[in-house]
């Protein structure tokens, strides 16, 4: 039979045969028996044992061909292993009790990848948990199987996971050759970061070169303890994004406060503050220019902000050094409190800021904040991860580059 051809061509079995192809209620089975003289391998350790007697037919789920749902039937049989007692035997096209073919799980996941899984159960005709299954399968083989050697370079942020369940630590490769998720904890906890540190051990830690993070006082501990010999980064993009955040806190304050006065020169302003100056409007640009003008502590809190872009043009430590610290006095006799705030956390973190030159600009968090994206789009997707390791699955799934089992044939 045509299909019984087709079949042997794309995934042969080792020590088994197809002994034939039925059709079965709308579904199709293909039927496996022991090629003649193997001997069934203990499931446990994998040596082979003397068969004493077989369980009845099972069905394991293959992936659909031509669009109808395909089993693999078989009945396994029954080893007296030496060393393990009675067990059921090896198979090598399923894991332990699964009622899916691990091709059939790739194949799944792969799917996964691209759509979100309540798609890919309706798409194939499976369910959410079968979908959910094969992923976790594909994952934590993965996991077990990813190389986690010649890491130099890694990056450490927190996304928001939802309003009501907090914060994630997630730390990421950044190696130009090699980028992808590493970790993720619970909270933006001391002990969610020191856990990578304990799963990457000791000697591949001591390999770290470069560290990037925010300014979360809890990762800065962990980094200074367990990684003193990496430089660690305090980079642009968080730097630039709390200034910004402070600037439109003067603005929006200064704006509430003065048109209680009856004057709104600050009206729609928002943007013409925050964009850089050179991607602004021509309408933008005119009221950034009438803006400043005025004497408003917005405009004067805006030309520090400005001021600082000179520091990332910088390529000795040195001279930036200076430059940073002058700003900082400048700042502190602005009486504008926002910009003040961030002018102490600069003082107080400058080593770590001037790391980022350092490092001659070559690690910034911009990856970070690019692997961030994906993972926010990712738990976005996501309507079924109530649970944290749901959650965890599928950002690995993603994000983790991780390894999948090799096939002779890829059925996708
Ligand atoms: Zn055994």
Known sequence: MLVKTVFNRLGKFKCFVICGVRWAKDELEILLRPRQGSAPLCRRCGVAGSCYDRQSERRFEFVPLWGVKTFLVYAPRRVDCVACGPTVEKLPWSEGRRRMTITY????????????WREVANEFRSTWQSVFRSVAWVVEYGLIHRDLSGIT?????????????????MVYQIDTHSRRLLWVARGRTVRGLLGFFRMLGKHRTAALQFICSDMWRAYIRVIAKKAPQALHILDRFHIVSNLNKALDEVRAKEARKISHEGYEPLKRSR?????????LTPMQGIKLRELL???????????????????????????????????????????????????????????????WLRAKKLFSSGVVEGFNNKAKITLKKAYGFRTFSAMEIALFHQLGALPEPKFTHSYW
């Not at 890694?154 to 994630?168: A, M, P, R, Y």
């Open 153 to 169: 370079a890694v990056g450490v942020d927190e996304i928001q996971w939802s309003t009501k369940k907090g914060f994630l630590t």
């Open 271 to 279: 943007w013409c503050f925050l964009k850089r100056p050179e991607n």
């Open 293 to 355: 003008q005025t004497n408003l502590k917005t405009v004067r809190a805006y030309l520090l902000a400005q001021q600082l872009r000179y520091f990332w043009e910088y390529s000795h430590p040195g001279w930036a050094g200076k430059f940073l610290d002058n700003w900082c006095t400048l700042v502190m006799r602005s009486r504008i409190e926002p910009i003040k705030k961030i002018a102490r956390q600069l003082r107080r973190h400058r080593e770590l800021i001037l790391n």
């Open 105 to 116: 799980q790739c194949f799944l996941a792969h799917w996964a990848k691209k759509l979100s």
